[in-house]
């Protein structure tokens, strides 16, 4: 049953990879456990998040204009793919609701510090939601604009802060023990770039399946590309002391002073945040949306959107006491919880649909 | 709080009569269905019930069964 009508064509799906990755990981920087070496751990995290997208879109070309709740019907039945649907589902809406969260904190510590913070979450999630409503084509124009404003900000923003870089924060080289490094390689893995499962909600609405795998892995590197970037940034103007700031990236937007006359630009960068943090929770929650009316065979996803979204901000209240508490989450619990939905599960589902030939049965049957 | 509550039941007087009208049990089910949650969690949060955080809830879930394979 095709819930979505609309289709996003293959530079819009570039878009939205890029905004998707660049979303809440500008925000809470990965790789910060790798210290200095955090650029490294972002190349390794970029080549084993390649590896994850590798199994989503070898899924995805598999079954052509299917999104993943019909993928694990057709693979594992009504009953187990049911449950493995739900299951997914449920991490989408979680993780929808997590990067909720981190813009929750952010606004509510950096920029709006009095307002109440269901007000805070409310307007978010109704102008979301507004856009989620009108499917996925309005989101992939509205990211291609947003990505290129981003990228010329940021840009702008390196550029501006060239002259307070000191190198010598990347020194010593390697002198970070293997666990760490590996541990905070594998972390960036996970968060962004194997979030990138999510997309198998959306690649069913794509002009041109064949192209599924070459569209992602260009939105990837070049979502990595300005992560990378951010990094090398935040790494060589903080040096060690980025570790104590919840919010690195937006720290060091916060030293751009040109001749004492623009100074407090960071607001610029704050505007970045939230436009790519828009079009995260977006995607998320199309995603959790549209698999939930396509689980429950439902008309239409339209109606879902507002009270699923507004229950994905009530959920990202009762989410952390304590801004504390949702970083440890994010540096040590997320990469073990998130395993089991980007890696496990599509893993799985993927040998089963190659074991039992399902696609050449498909189109036998 | 009792904004976004406002807001579900808004949401709710328009959808469930075009549901209604249309014959649309199934999706009048889902749709009341998370309604209904958003509306109760929304009145407990506002209530100051303490109900227990997810993220933490998760984060003990590792912590206690999953840690030690992974680190």
Redesign the interface.
């Known amino acids: 049953m095709q819930l979505e009508a609309g289709k996003i064509s293959g530079s819009e799906l570039i878009f939205i990879v890029v905004a998707f990755i660049f979303g809440s990981s500008i925000l809470l920087l990965p790789g910060l456990d790798a210290e200095n070496m955090g650029w490294l751990a972002i190349i390794c995290g970029l080549i084993l998040g390649i590896g994850f997208a590798s199994i989503y879109t070898t899924l995805a070309m598999r079954f052509p204009g299917k999104n993943f709740v019909e993928i694990s019907e057709a693979v594992f039945g009504k009953l187990i793919g049911k449950f493995i649907a739900v299951a997914f589902l449920g991490y989408l809406f979680?993780l929808g609701?997590?990067v909720v969260?981190d813009y929750h904190n952010f606004i509510k510590l950096i920029l709006l510090v009095e307002t109440p913070s269901?007000?805070i979450?409310?307007f978010a999630l109704?102008i979301i939601s507004y856009g989620v409503w009108h499917g996925i084509e309005v989101l992939g124009r509205v990211a291609q604009g947003m990505v290129i404003l981003t990228v010329g900000l940021t840009l702008l923003s390196f550029v501006l802060l060239t002259n307070k870089m000191d190198f010598n924060n990347f020194l010593p080289l390697f002198d970070l023990p293997l666990?760490q490094f590996l541990?905070a390689s594998y972390g960036t893995g996970t968060f962004p770039f194997g979030e990138v499962v999510a997309f198998l909600m959306i690649f069913a609405a794509l002009d041109r399946p064949k192209q599924i795998r070459a569209l992602v892995f260009k939105g990837m590197i070049y979502g990595w590309m300005f992560l990378f970037f951010a990094s090398i940034r935040t790494i060589a103007i903080l040096g060690p002391t980025m570790e104590i700031f919840v919010y690195p990236v937006f720290q060091t937007s916060k030293l751009i002073s040109i001749a004492d006359v623009f100074t407090r630009l960071e607001i610029i960068t704050g505007i970045v945040f939230l436009m790519m943090g828009f079009l995260k929770i977006g995607i998320l929650l199309y995603g959790a949306a549209i698999g939930?009316?396509q689980l429950?065979?439902?008309?239409?996803y339209r109606?879902?959107v507002?009270?699923?979204g507004?229950?994905m901000?009530?959920?990202a209240?009762?989410?952390?006491?304590n801004v504390i508490?949702?970083i440890?989450?994010a540096n040590?619990?997320y990469?073990?919880?998130a395993t089991v939905f980007i890696l496990v599960i599509p893993s799985i589902t993927l040998v089963v649909a190659i074991i039992r030939r399902l696609p050449k049965n498909e189109r036998g049957n | 709080?009792l904004?976004?509550v406002l807001?579900?039941l808004f949401?709710a007087g328009i959808?469930v009569p075009k549901?209604l009208y249309?014959r649309?049990w199934?999706?009048l089910?889902?749709?009341t269905l998370?309604?209904i949650?958003?509306i109760v969690?929304?009145i407990l949060?506002q209530m100051q019930v303490r109900?227990?955080?997810?993220?933490?809830i998760?984060?003990r879930l590792?912590?206690k069964y999953?840690?030690n394979?992974?680190?």
């Open positions: 979680h609701s997590l969260t269901s007000v979450v409310l109704l666990k541990w939930t009316a429950f065979q439902l008309n239409s109606t879902l507002l009270p699923l507004l229950l901000g009530l959920v209240l009762i989410n952390f006491p508490e949702n440890k989450h040590d619990i990469p073990i919880y | 709080m904004l976004i807001i579900l949401a959808e549901m249309e649309h199934r999706d089910f889902v749709f998370i309604t949650t958003g969690l929304g949060i109900i227990p955080y997810v993220g933490v998760i984060t590792v912590e999953f840690i394979i992974f680190r």
